[in-house]
């Protein structure tokens, strides 16, 4: 059974900086993708970052880049956001997600942790 394990969140004064770590257990198959995701209460949720296990290639969502970087170790099936010039509109709760593509398409979360930008 696959399971993620996040760690990082936390509080972070405006400016300041935090990392985000995900570790992947139980991976049978291969992953296709890595994922951050954010969401606010009331909003819908929003990915932010996104990084390809093969390649290496990521994208970002618009409103992260060049503050934000995701980065893997697959040999460690754990993947990190690294969180640069923390504004109060990052607040938000991030989760992790796997896709994997076999033996179908399959897409796990991890439990989620609280990022509060605040002073």
């Known amino acids: 059974q696959v399971q993620l394990v996040e760690s990082g969140g936390g509080l972070v004064q405006p400016g300041g900086s935090l990392t985000l770590s995900c570790t992947a257990s139980?991976?049978?198959?291969?992953?296709?993708?890595m994922s951050w995701y954010r969401q606010v209460p009331g909003k819908e949720r929003e990915r932010v970052a996104q990084?390809?296990?093969?390649?290496?290639?990521?994208n970002y969502a618009d409103s992260v880049k060049g503050r934000f970087t995701i980065s893997r170790d697959n040999g460690m099936n754990t993947f990190y956001l690294q969180m640069n010039s923390l504004k109060p509109e990052d607040t938000a709760v991030y989760s992790c997600?796997?896709?994997?593509?076999?033996?179908?398409?399959?897409?796990?979360w991890g439990q989620g942790t609280q990022v509060t930008v605040s002073s």
């Open positions: 990084i390809f296990s093969s390649t290496g290639g990521a």
């Open positions: 997600n796997i896709r994997q593509l076999s033996p179908w398409v399959s897409d796990y």
């Open positions: 139980g991976v049978t198959f291969s992953i296709y993708a």
